[in-house]
């Protein structure tokens, strides 16, 4: 706790003071301090994170300069919000539905929870200088909890930037194809249900598979190829890939059931529809999926992603089906023996296709390893959002009370009873109008009541350079109208 009490300026303002017996506003008048820094702000800004609240003076300040933005204020510790919270001006802040007052280490999850890069547009980081100069010692520890929590937002946003409008296409269209499918789970759960993803030490262990009878087999899109190649044919594929790329793991398909989230690429879907086979589809959280979803009664299943790796909803699939013991082949989450997939995959066709003597395809794998920072971790190369992956799966496997180890590259994994969540084995979409519910209600509600299943598409438009000069609620409405405006 930095604060040991509160004490009166010269012009009767109540302001805190700080165990060094400084204090964190001005003596004399604490609130022309506060306009003069809040005239330092000369831009537009609808987020604001604000280092020390203090006496909440300054906040109460920006609020009135800025009454449509979101603010956070931050304090220290969980002791130094509590003893703020007495006076009567942070008790009045606090019933503020645009202000949220929190302490660091609850800053990521309410950064989480309040701040949409899309809806928001850039966070404003405001410090109190009287706070940073008491808390200097805490610097490096603020900083880091910053960055990190700032970095998994920027993170997905840059995805949403990136992907937005073609997850719109992808969901739109692969309902539409969903309204002419239905699928069938022959799940025998007394087998042993194996995720394949396409680390490099999956050929290494394919051996595990040489019993194919005791094993109900899940593949992601990647490792398909691979499995191919060995004479393995899978029970399931699953793909949430939205790139037109990701449709060279389906050139070849083959008589197995195939899942895909709503977001994964239509025309590989379409491809496969077209070829004979069965196709799934189910929803892992974009907002635009869910709220299709919710209209038809929820009849897509509902699978995790978890950070955005096929192979946490290839695993999240396994558990839900219902399978107690489980073994994931692949999941390195590292670039081990200079490799970043395992051999096989459709990158080796197309790399090798390519390769000349002044781009090899050893070059070509090169790139694709260090176009992101490398970081050494257990004698392996990795990178963050590798990291980001493998933490994340781990993570979902604890939530679960999922008992697991890791031995020569292979997660094997129990499962406890209460992990199952009644997942459906088999579906029937034929006949149903699901767009066409989805969409009159969509059209009879407004922009802003749909505002929640639109931001990954503004996100999209945000990033354009069409819209750059463009206010959020022409971003909103622009965002809106071309959906309802889809052609069904």
């Not at 009490?5 to 012009?11: C, G, H, M, Q, Y």
């Not at 399931?236 to 994964?264: E, K, M, R, T, W």
């Not at 969409?439 to 990033?463: D, G, T, V």
């Amino acid at each position: 706790m930095i604060y040991k009490s509160f004490d009166f300026a010269k012009n009767g303002t109540n302001i805190p003071v700080f165990l060094s017996g400084k204090t964190m506003e001005s003596r004399y008048n604490p609130e022309r301090d506060a306009d003069s820094l809040c005239n330092t702000i000369n831009e537009t800004f609808s987020f604001f994170l604000v280092l020390g609240i203090g006496s909440g003076i300054f906040i109460q300040k920006l609020s009135e300069k800025y009454p449509e933005a979101k603010i956070i204020g931050v304090e220290l510790e969980k002791e130094d919000l509590d003893f703020l919270s007495t006076s009567e001006l942070i008790q009045k802040i606090k019933n503020n539905k645009s202000i949220h007052l929190t302490y660091l280490e609850n800053l990521e999850t309410i950064l989480s929870q309040t701040y949409m890069p899309a809806k928001h547009g850039e966070l404003k980081i405001i410090e109190q200088r009287a706070w940073i100069n008491e808390n200097q010692s805490k610097i490096e520890k603020i900083n880091y909890i910053l960055q990190k929590s700032l970095g998994i937002i920027s993170a997905d946003y840059s995805v949403q930037a990136h992907f937005g409008k073609l997850w719109t296409f992808n969901i739109l269209n692969n309902v539409r194809l969903a309204q002419s499918s239905s699928f069938l789970i022959n799940a025998d759960l007394n087998k042993t249900a194996v995720i394949v993803a396409a680390g490099p030490s999956l050929v290494k262990n394919l051996s595990i598979l040489k019993e194919r009878t005791k094993y109900f087999i899940i593949s992601t899109d990647t490792a398909g190829s691979t499995l191919h190649k060995h004479g393995i044919i899978p029970d399931i594929l699953i793909s949430i890939d939205g790139q037109n790329v990701s449709y060279n793991h389906f050139i070849n398909s083959h008589s197995v059931l195939y899942a895909f989230d709503l977001c994964a690429n239509f025309s590989a879907a379409k491809h496969i529809y077209e070829s004979g086979n069965q196709i799934m589809f189910f929803s892992s959280g974009h907002p635009l999926a869910n709220a299709i979803n919710v209209s038809c009664g929820n009849r897509f299943p509902c699978i995790f992603s978890g950070a955005g790796t096929v192979t946490i909803t290839a695993l999240d699939f396994a558990v839900k089906t219902g399978f107690k013991n489980i073994l994931i082949l692949g999941a390195d989450f590292s670039y081990s023996n200079g490799k970043p997939y395992a051999s096989g995959t459709y990158l080796d066709a197309l790399y090798n296709s390519s390769s000349s003597k002044i781009s090899s395809s050893e070059k070509n794998f090169s790139k694709l390893m260090f176009r992101t920072e490398l970081i050494k971790s257990e004698k392996k190369m990795t990178t963050q959002i590798l990291e980001a992956y493998k933490l994340s799966m781990e993570k979902y496997m604890q939530s679960r009370n999922i008992i697991f180890r890791k031995e020569n590259d292979v997660y094997f994994l129990n499962c406890s009873s209460d992990t199952n969540e009644n997942f459906p084995l088999q579906g029937n979409f034929i006949n149903l109008q699901i767009l066409s519910s989805f969409f009159k209600k969509l059209k009879e509600s407004s922009p802003e009541e749909a505002e929640l299943l639109l931001l990954p598409y503004i996100a999209w438009l945000r990033n354009n350079k069409k819209y750059k000069f463009c206010s959020y609620s022409e971003l909103l409405k622009l965002a809106f109208n071309n959906i309802v405006r889809y052609n069904i």
